[in-house]
Structures are given as C-alpha cells and as structure tokens.
C-alpha cells in the first residue's frame, strides 16, 4: 500500500499523484486518460480500455469427451467471447464434444472450422445480460421442476419425469451465465457499472443460483427414481406430497427474502424460511419410520426421495441465510 496526499489546485481543484510503478506497469503517462468508479466511499482508478471482446485460444491435445466440454466451459465462464480451440488435428470425437458444449451454453456458436482448430463466439453483448433476470428464471424452472418430479413420482407418470431431466440442461445454462456474469464483476469495475448491481450482491446471487442448480439436480434425481418405481401406496404418497409442500414454501420465501426491496421485509421471510426447515427435518424422521414397513427395495429409493426433498429444504435455507445477510446493515 502506498498513500498520498491531496492538494489544492487553482485554488477549487484536488489532486493527487498516482504511484510510478503501477503507472509504468499499466501504461500510464502524461496525455492518458484514466476512469473513475465510485463505489459508496471508495473511488477505483483504472487506465481507459479499449472495449473489445476477450479472445482466448487454448490446446485441447488429448482432451476428448466430458472432459473436453468442460475445458471449454471453463473458457466460457472465465470470459472469453472468442475460443480458439487447436490441436495438430482435430478429430471427429473432439469436433462433437465441441458442438455438445457450444450447445450446453447461451449464445454460444462455432464460427469457424479447420482440420486444427475450431473457433466458437460468444454472440451475446455481457453488457446486456442481468444476473437478476437470469436468477429469477432459474428460480421458476427449479421451482417447477422439483414441483413436476414429485407429480411424477405420484402419478406414475413417465412423460413428465423425462421433462423434468431434460429441462435441467435449462438451468445448468443459467448456472453458466451467472457465473460468467459474477467472475466478470470481480476482474472489472466497468463490468459492475454496466451490470448496476454491486459486486457484494452479486456474490449474494451467484451463491443463491448455485443453490438453485443443486435443487434442480435433485429434481432430477427424482425423476429418475419415478421412472423406476411402480404406484405408490396413498399413505406413501400424501406424505411426499406433503414433503415437497413443505420443501416447495421453504424455497418460495427464502428467494421472495431475496428480491425484496424492503429488509424488514426480507428478514421476515427469510426467519421464517430457516424456521420451516428445522419442522422439515422432524417431518422427514417421521417419513423415513413409515418406509420401514415397506419393501426393501422400494423402502430404499423412497429413502431417496425424501432426502432429496429434505436437500432441496437445507438449499433453500442457504439461500434464506443470504436474504438475511443480503438485507443486514453494511459497515
């Protein structure tokens, strides 16, 4: 840490010298403009950049499958807007893999194809995109998903739990875009002025849609168990109805905690959020003694579900816990 003083000139104007080390080190000298980020009592300098989209290019020698997909999500999220991906040749697995993650990713297309590379753009402006917006969608999917797995379940009902699992692919898209949107906030002042939402909520959102993709992958978990399991006994079945019930208002009030406006307001919901999950805990023993009287088997996946709805309760009152910290006066 270096300090300065400030000084008086022409009588009204402040000023202050900037650390020569950093100046060299960023390209900073006389004639160069510089920008300013106000952030309550802080001010952040920054040297004026060019606004162009981050092109990046990485080796994918040896990498194949899942593996593949990863690394080039990896690149998506970090933020890049152009990915060159080479190797000495490209083969037909790697090109697939490609076009598996180009799809698995919002506004994301191959721009051009070549025996050694392939290059894929990201077509969507950052500066339009809202981690809000995207939030709030995942809460709705996640919401109908964990809704739709337990209809299935109930209802035997094989169409909607496919559903179910094809529509995690919508929020695990989401999932990626918030969190390019978060880690864009932490490397770049501008990022955050063009989000206009501040780099402490942001975290607060990026760590609410993690707790939201978890929900919608036990949704799925779910789903998978319904296509499994033949018709429910209505004992079994009231009590999963009336788990989810329980799980389903825990997640309503913890992110209603989350976009309220007012913090008497958001306190509120998000108390009485984490109070229903301690209930929830109590009603999932009683459960888990009824599944005793079952057949193994059955008693087993059963089992299952109930910790995924008792799961999807622990999440939403992660996310409560945030509304609170969210809405609690800041130093």
Known sequence: METRKVQVTGGSTYTVSLPKTWATDNGVSSGTTVEF???????????????????????????????????????????????SLEAGRITTEQRSAIRS???????????????????????????????????????LIAQ???????????????AIAEDVIERDDDVDRLW????????????????VEELGVSREDCFDF??????LERIADHAVKISDIALKLDDLSADVADAVHGLHAE????????????????????TRLGHAALEAVVEIDEHTRKIDDMLR???PAQAQ????????????????????ETALQKAAPRP
């Open 37 to 83: 980020y106000p952030e309550d009592d802080e001010l952040l300098l920054t040297p004026e950049r060019e606004t162009r989209r981050q092109e990046g290019t990485l080796d994918v020698s040896g990498l194949e499958g899942e593996q593949l997909t990863r690394a080039v999500m990896t690149m998506y999220v970090s933020g890049f807007d152009v990915i």
């Open 101 to 139: 993650a180009t799809q698995r990713l919002v506004g994301v297309e191959v721009l051009e194809e070549t025996s050694d590379s392939v290059v894929i753009q990201d077509l969507l402006d950052s500066s339009e995109l809202s981690i809000v917006n995207a939030v709030t969608r995942m809460r």
């Open 144 to 158: 109908s998903m964990l809704e739709d797995a337990v209809t299935a379940l109930i209802e035997n009902d094989d």
């Open 176 to 191: 990626l875009v918030v969190s390019r949107i978060f880690r864009a906030t932490l490397r770049s002042p501008r990022a």
């Open 206 to 211: 990026h760590s609410t849609a993690r707790q």
């Open 247 to 266: 799980a389903a208002s825990v997640l309503e009030q913890s992110t209603d905690a989350l976009f309220a406006e007012e913090s008497d307001e958001a």
């Open 293 to 295: 009287d079952l057949e």
């Open 301 to 320: 996946s059963l089992g299952l579900i109930v910790d995924s709805l008792s799961r999807s309760a622990d999440y939403g009152g992660n996310i409560a």
